[in-house]
């Protein structure tokens, strides 16, 4: 454990209003240095919250119940704004899902990438411009000293994805977090996307919890899997063990309904609503418990 970038132990969340209702039940995942975790589960299974709860940015609605965020031995839960704001970018990088929304519109990309470096690493705006120029070459930006002077809007989905991932890199921070970073982009660009952060990780050793609903990008990119519904994991471990046999019903499910490239005449099969009916009832149930010995 000690070892690890992340580890979150037995960690429950709740809403501030109705605490004996679960978001995150019982939810511990470790990430190894150099590990690229991934997260995968429905809409509303509790990705993004596992995510934020990490980050420190849960809605105020949301109360951490439980549990423990360690990140390279320290604990996160309880920590305050000004020794958080110290990490985020430094230490813990986010990509975001939408890179439209995620940069600002008014402002040109080099004031943008450089920010983060003069405020964590205490550079002049000459250096912090430089290692810039030096990111987006990293990425695969052609003639990045135009691509610096320009305006969000004037830039392509994939080129927004990519100085995105530049800025995660910006300051060699220990883990990102990497929020379906590849949900607004069309399938090439996806694929594209996928080969850098590799290349990215791969040069850099950083660690990443990889959020996404998607099994098929998992497999393209992560050594490691949790896999969760109704706020709880249900099945963790290294992703060609699970991908070779799954042990749960649900995971199972999830790949009986995720298409193959290489069998393009597959029926798919929804995932059954028995599976889901039993899973309901173990949240239920695991809430109910908590209620009754608290």
Known sequence: MSDDVLNIHHLHASLAQAPNCG???????????????GLVGE?????????????????????LTEGSIHFQGRNLVGLDERSYRSILGRDISLIPQDPLSALNPTRRIDAQMTDVMILHMGWNMARARAHALDLLNEVHIRDPESVLRKYPHELSGGMRQRILIAVAFACEPKLIIADEPTTALDVTVQKQILRLLREMRDRHGTSILFVTHDLGVVAKICNTLSVIHSGMIVEQGAIADIMAAPKHAFTRSLFAATPRYDRPADTL????????????????????????SS
């Open 23 to 37: 978001i995150l039940r019982d939810v511990s995942l470790s990430i190894a240095p150099g590990d690229v975790h």
């Open 43 to 63: 809409s509303g299974a509790g990705k993004s919250m596992i995510a934020k709860a990490v980050l420190g940015i849960l809605p105020s609605a949301v109360t």
């Open 269 to 292: 099969v929804p995932v059954p609503q028995n599976v889901v009916t039993a899973l309901k009832n173990q949240a239920a149930a695991f809430d109910l418990h908590r209620k009754a």
